[in-house]
Structure formats: C-alpha cells, structure tokens
C-alpha cells in the first residue's frame, strides 16, 4: 500500500521568511496529492492540493510542487506570518474513491 | 464544498461502556466513507472504510469487533466503540468524497469527534 513520509516533523521561521515542507510517497499509481492545515481538535482544512498532471501549482502565498519521476512533492509558503503557525499534513491517494494516506505531519512556527 | 457532519464533537464515557459516531453527508450520497484516528501530536490513521450496504474494510491492527461500522444509507455511517477502554481516548474522524465525476478529487471531512474514557 502506498506510503507517505513527511520532513521536517517541525519547522520554525522568522516572520516574512519562506517554509517548504517535503513528502515522498510509494505508490506510483497515486495520482492526488492535498496539503491540509490542521489546528488542535479541529477537522483538517484543505490549504492546496495537486492532481498528477500538474507539475505546480500555486494560489497567493502557498505553492506545491510536483515530481512524480522521484515521487516527491513539497509545500511553500513565502512571507509567512504568525497565522500559518499549524500543523501541516500532506496526503496521497489513488485514482477513483480511495482513502488518503497522511504523512506524520509538520508543526510550523512563525516567530513573529 | 461537500458537507460532512459528525456528531457528537466531544464524548466523555466510563471504562466499558460503548459510544456510537454518526458521520453524515448532508448535500451528496456517499457510497463509502472513511474513519481515521488520530492520537496527540500524531497523523490520521485510516481506521477502516465504510461501504454503503456491506461490510467495512478494516486495516490491519484494527479489531472488527471491537470498532463497528454501520453504513445503511448513502448518506450516513457509523462508528461504534464497544467496551470502551482508557486507550480508546482519541479523535475520530469520518471523510467522504470526492463527489461527482472523476475531476473532483477533493476529500471532505467532518468535524471531528474527541473520545475521552474514564
């Protein structure tokens, strides 16, 4: 089955600065890959996500990258603020009504 | 977006006893639907899968007869905690989706529920 890691598991940055959060994934037939933005004992909030044939995509200050050769996508944020502190998770899933699969997640901060 | 509601948000039960989660999905039908938990300061974890009008598909480590799922209509899935234990304490939470064609791709969630057993 398919297998998500995710690094860092935490990451501090100074206001304004930039933050990329990577994930690897396993299974090459995986072909949707979502960024959720969870805060404590709230559902997760879908912040971005990137279908398999898009190589990037990108909506104001938050962009994801794509390989799917290495299968490895990444999350960046620019010019963060106090705001995006959360924890971040990335997710992989199959074509048709499959289950996502979550990485361990990120917990960002930003220092203000 | 898709709704997905599950209630109730917060339970506090006894060592023992069962507590049934109600996940609904208020605007579509959802023919499957997942469960996941989640502990402190860890991921979602696929609990198992939920098929409208058959059995769940349980992952490996997850007892069957110990979390019960129900999935009578197309628009409702439950998840029963039987004997409820200390260790069971945990955020449970039910997704759907994606609806429509095979464009959509987006996952819903509800809300989450917190279990804590004394």
């Known amino acids: 089955g398919e297998n998500v890691e995710q690094h860092p598991s935490t990451l501090s940055v100074q206001e304004g600065d930039s933050a990329v959060i990577k994930c690897t994934y396993s299974?090459?037939?995986?072909?949707?890959f979502p960024w959720y933005k969870q805060e404590l004992g709230k559902r997760p909030q879908l912040i971005i996500d990137i279908r398999s044939n898009v190589g990037e995509k990108k909506d104001q200050r938050i962009a994801v990258t794509l390989n799917k050769t290495a299968k490895h996508f990444s999350l960046h944020i620019t010019e963060t603020q106090p705001e995006d502190s959360a924890v971040y998770f990335c997710a992989a899933r199959g074509a048709g009504n499959t289950p996502l699969v979550f990485g361990k997640g990120t917990r960002l901060s930003v220092i203000a | 977006g898709a709704v997905v509601s599950q209630h109730p948000s917060r339970v506090i039960c006894k060592s023992g006893t069962s507590v049934k989660i109600e996940c609904r999905s208020l605007?579509?039908?959802?023919?499957?639907m997942f469960w996941y938990r989640q502990f402190p300061k860890q991921s979602l974890m696929l609990m198992a899968t939920s098929n409208e009008g058959s059995k769940a598909t349980y992952e490996q480590g997850v007892e069957k007869d110990k979390f019960l799922i129900n999935h009578a209509s197309l628009t409702l899935s439950t998840l029963t905690v039987t004997s409820a234990h200390p260790e069971d304490s945990s955020f449970y939470i039910c997704?759907?989706?994606?609806?429509?064609?095979?464009?959509?791709?987006?996952?819903?969630f509800g809300q989450g529920t917190r279990l804590t057993v004394v």
């Open positions: 299974d090459s037939a995986s072909n949707y």
């Open positions: 605007d579509f039908q959802a023919t499957t």
């Open positions: 997704s759907a989706g994606p609806v429509g064609g095979s464009m959509n791709t987006e996952a819903f």
